[in-house]
Each structure stands twice: as structure tokens, then as C-alpha cells.
């Protein structure tokens, strides 16, 4: 799950990590009484979504009067910004971050996450901040320090001062290193993120460090432990699908194609995209129904992918182990009898009661079409598309 730009910054707080003082305004009148509020002689309204990248769309700027704050939040509010990270159609903004702007020396990279060879958390750090880490790591990969953390004996002091060496702080600016780090490394541990990213962390005139900007995301896993986490979340920034997947516990992720695709098991649905793909097909999303679907969330499935337009064509691949053939033949045939299919379906069951739910699908009159094996299905779903 993904929060805010303000709500890691308030989480930042907690932790001791320093952040610019700033606020949240949700309309022009707001923004500039906050500006006026915080003081300083220039400020930066920055557009609060789900996304990086903001700064060259055109969702962060700077400003030096209380008018012209107004006038940016404006302009901001109610449009939705696309960047390299949201796509064309991009993302509402409905708040605007207004912060006091401070004089920067220098602008650094941190981030805290899961080095998934070594299962071990581990904080990445550079002196090239304010870029695209992976374009750092692609032209210049020196400048990047990797620091592996120990779980059993925790971030140490000498890796912060490893760090902080390699971005050639001053010896006074160490401790305020360490504090930052042991700061994220807190949070990460004690609300279960998978992610923190700090970018740029400034060194202001006067050397102090500043977290400038804040992105965190969290273990969706674990959010049942954290209801304070949960609270954050903003379904206007996500896609309405995935969000209404999560509602009958559906493993949905939408994608750009046009073959529309539900399968049991991530295993599964993995090999079926990838057969999709092969034989010249694009899926339009990954669905895992899981191993213990029943009618209602087969039901609840189908309609998901008919929701999305860009659908030309549903493949529907069972495998029976635990989930039974007949039950999702039963929840197919009550989706496509509540809403007007228009679209051909293709379906493979195998496993048990297999032989119970394509007769059933054979009976139903609904006009779906059989396929014995994987490979058979995913050809005739791939033609069925190109003969549109």
C-alpha cells in the first residue's frame, strides 16, 4: 500500500527524522493562509499523489508571494497529473502540500528496503539525490553505497558512519545521519514497510539534514496488524478494480491488454499470461480467484473483468485441486446471466469434478467455448481476438 508525500512526512515526525515545516490545503484560500502561517519569503506547493515524478509534470512549484501560492493551488486541484509513473491518464489531485522552501547545499539519495537475495533489510545511499536512482545506477554505479543490515544484531553505528563517509558529510553531521537512519530503520520494522525512500535528503546552509521529500509502502500483508496504516489509504489513488478485487479477497492486478484472464493459483496465472503472450496475445490482468473460491467470488471475478473495456475476450483457466471445476463453472454461468456478455469466452477446466462443470457450461446455453488443454485455449482466445 502506498500513502502520501504528507502522511510519510507525519510519520517521518514520529520517528525523529527532520522534515521542512509545511501543511495540507485542499482548496486556494487554505493554501495561502498556510503559507502565510508557516512564514518564510517562498514556499513549494506540491500536488499530493500516488506517484513520482511530479516535479517535471508540473505538480511541484515554487513560489515567492501568498497570491501566487493561491493561485497554483488553482491550478493544481481538480486535474489529474500524469507522470512517467502513472500513466496517460495520470491521478486526481484533491490536496496540495505547501511547505517553507530552505536554502540547499547539497541533495542526497536514502532508501530502506528488502535486498531479496539476502532476505536481509538493507539501506541504499548516494550523493547523486534528486535523480532517478536507477539512472544513477545505470551511468554512475559508484556512487551508490549498499549497506546490508544484520537482523540479529540491527544497524549498527559504524555502518550509519560508513554512510555517512561515503557522502562525505562533516563529522558533526554523523550523528544527525544516524539518527535518520535509525529513525527509518524503526518505522520500517515497527509498521511492517517494504519500503522507504528519501529523495533528496538536503543539507540546508546552516549543515543540518532534512528529509525534502518522503515516499513509503507498506507490506499489504501486514496491514491487518496496522489499522493506524490502514486508515492512510487513498482508493482514489488506486485502481478501482484492484480495489474492489480486495473486497472478496481476489488477487487482481490490472493490465494493458485486451484477453481478459481468471485462473486459480499465482502460479498458474503466471504460465497462462505467459502463454497468452506467447501465441500473440496481450492479458489484460492477472486474477488469482485462490485455491478456496466459492460461486459468489467466481461470480464476483467474472464481472471484474468485464468491467474493463479494453476486454475483447475472457480466457478462464481451472485447474481443480482444492477449489472444485463445478463450483466455478456455477459461478461463471450466474455472472453471465446478471450482466449482458458480449464478449467471447474460452474455458479449460481440469482437476476435480471437472467433467460436472463443463457439462454444466455445456448445458447452460451461454455459448462458451471448451478447450481440453492450456495451450488449445490459449490459441483459440488469441484468433477470437484477432477476428475482431
Not at 78 to 83: D, K, M, S
Not at 175 to 199: C, P
Amino acid at each position: 500500500m502506498n500513502i502520501h508525500e504528507y502522511q510519510a512526512k507525519q510519520l517521518f515526525q514520529q520517528y525523529g527524522i527532520a522534515i521542512p515545516v509545511g501543511k495540507l490545503a485542499v482548496n486556494p484560500n487554505q493554501a495561502r493562509e498556510v503559507a502565510q502561517e508557516i512564514g518564510g519569503e517562498s514556499w513549494v506547493v506540491k500536488a499530493q499523489v500516488h506517484a513520482g515524478g511530479r516535479g517535471k509534470a508540473g505538480g511541484v512549484k515554487l513560489v515567492d508571494d501568498f497570491e501566487r501560492v493561491g493561485e497554483e493551488t488553482k491550478a493544481m486541484l481538480g486535474t489529474r497529473l500524469a507522470t512517467i509513473q502513472t500513466g496517460p491518464e495520470g491521478l486526481p489531485v484533491e490536496s496540495v502540500l505547501i511547505e517553507k522552501t530552505y536554502p540547499i547545499q547539497r541533495e542526497f539519495y536514502i532508501s530502506l528496503l528488502i535486498d531479496h537475495v539476502t532476505s536481509r533489510m538493507c539501506f541504499i545511499a548516494s550523493a547523486a539525490g534528486g535523480m532517478d536512482i536507477e539512472t544513477v545506477a545505470r551511468d554512475n554505479p559508484e556512487q551508490i553505497i549498499t549497506i546490508i543490515v544484520n537482523p540479529a544484531a540491527g544497524l549498527q553505528s559504524y555502518q550509519c558512519r560508513q554512510v555517512g563517509f561515503a557522502l562525505s558529510l562533516q563529522k558533526e553531521q554523523l550523528l544527525l545521519l544516524e539518527k535518520i537512519m535509525r529513525g527509518m530503520y524503526r518505522l520500517f520494522l515497527e509498521k511492517d514497510a517494504s519500503q522507504i525512500e528519501i529523495n533528496p535528503l538536503i543539507e540546508t546552509d546552516g549543515g543540518e539534514l532534512m528529509a525534502l521529500d518522503a515516499k513509503i509502502n507498506f507490506d499489504d500483508n501486514a496491514l491487518i496488524m496496522h489499522f493506524d496504516i490502514l486508515a492512510l489509504k487513498d482508493a482514489g489513488q488506486e485502481d478501482e478494480k484492484e480495489n474492489k478485487a480486495q473486497q472478496y479477497d481476489l488477487n487482481y492486478i490490472t493490465l494493458d491488454g485486451s484477453i481478459g484472464c481468471m485462473v486459480n493459483g499465482a502460479g498458474l496465472a503466471m504460465a497462462t499470461m505467459d502463454l497468452v503472450k506467447l501465441k500473440g496475445g496481450r492479458p489484460a490482468n492477472f486474477l488469482d480467484v485462490g485455491g478456496g473460491a466459492t460461486k459468489e467470488r467466481v461470480a464476483a471475478a467474472f464481472k471484474l473483468i468485464l468491467s474493463d473495456v479494453q476486454v475483447e475476450a475472457v480466457l478462464v483457466n481451472i485447474f481443480g485441486g482444492i477449489v472444485q471445476c463445478d463450483i466455478i463453472a456455477q459461478g461463471i454461468m450466474a455472472a453471465m446471466q446478471e450482466i449482458s456478455v458480449t464478449v467471447p469466452v474460452v474455458v479449460r477446466l481440469e482437476g476435480t469434478n471437472a467433467e460436472q462443470g463443463i457439462k454444466l457450461l455445456n448445458e447452460s446455453g451461454l455459448g462458451m467455448i471448451a478447450a481440453e488443454d492450456l495451450a488449445e485455449a490459449a490459441e483459440k482466445v488469441v484468433a477470437l481476438v484477432e477476428a475482431t
